[in-house]
């Protein structure tokens, strides 16, 4: 491959996700990159914003032979954005809300080079059932997850016992949509395998 992979994100997710590929790559984490948004900013536009600030941040210290990829990953339902729960108590909040219908789960990706910046986004449907109280605290009390946007991991129990439907991609879900990185690299830099 023409570039080196570099994942710009600490997420054990994204590191798994993208292992999945088959292709080298390390992991570069820059701290205090900015991750706040206009308020003006319509909802589905806000993964590929953040996504795209992030990418910025990488600009001044891109090697030539460097590709690096950003990403955010927002939970939308209705008008609102779910980010990562502050608390248990926001935590449950969010899953109450998306407890019994259908919400849209998007994924802002970066490929930056020194070249040029690729930025798109994914967007995936995910339909959940009707959560009870106790199936929310256990959620709670064996998961904890409150480094998920949206307060829940579609490959955790939550997802086993709740998700009724899905329409887009899984892997999105779970925060990096690989098959649409894996077109990327191979339509626009060279990526072969």
Not at 43 to 57: C, D, L, T
Not at 67 to 84: M, N, R, S
Not at 159 to 180: A, C, E, H, K
Request: charged letters at 25%; proline letters at 4%.
């Amino acid at each position: 491959m023409k570039y080196r992979l570099v994942l710009a994100s600490n997420s054990p997710r994204r590191k798994e996700l993208l292992a999945g590929l088959g292709v080298p790559f390390e992991v570069r984490v820059l701290k205090d990159i900015d991750e706040q948004y206009p308020d003006s900013l319509p909802v589905n536009e806000v993964a590929r914003y953040i996504a795209q600030e992030k990418a910025a941040a990488y600009r001044r210290i891109i090697a030539d032979d460097e590709l690096i990829i950003t990403a955010d990953t927002v939970v939308i339902v209705g008008d609102e954005i779910l980010g990562k729960p502050a608390d248990e108590t926001d935590a449950v909040r969010m899953l109450q809300l998306i407890s019994g219908r259908t919400h849209q789960v998007t994924t802002g990706v970066c490929l930056l080079t020194a070249e040029q910046e690729r930025c798109f986004d994914v967007t995936t449907d995910v339909t959940f059932k009707t959560l009870s109280d106790e199936e929310i605290h256990y959620y709670m009390d064996h998961y904890r997850p409150f480094d998920k946007a949206g307060a829940y991991g579609i490959q955790e129990w939550i997802g086993y016992i709740g998700v009724t439907g899905l329409q887009g991609s899984y892997y999105n879900v779970m925060g990096l949509p690989v098959q649409r990185i894996y077109q990327e690299l191979t339509n626009h830099y060279q990526f072969k395998i």
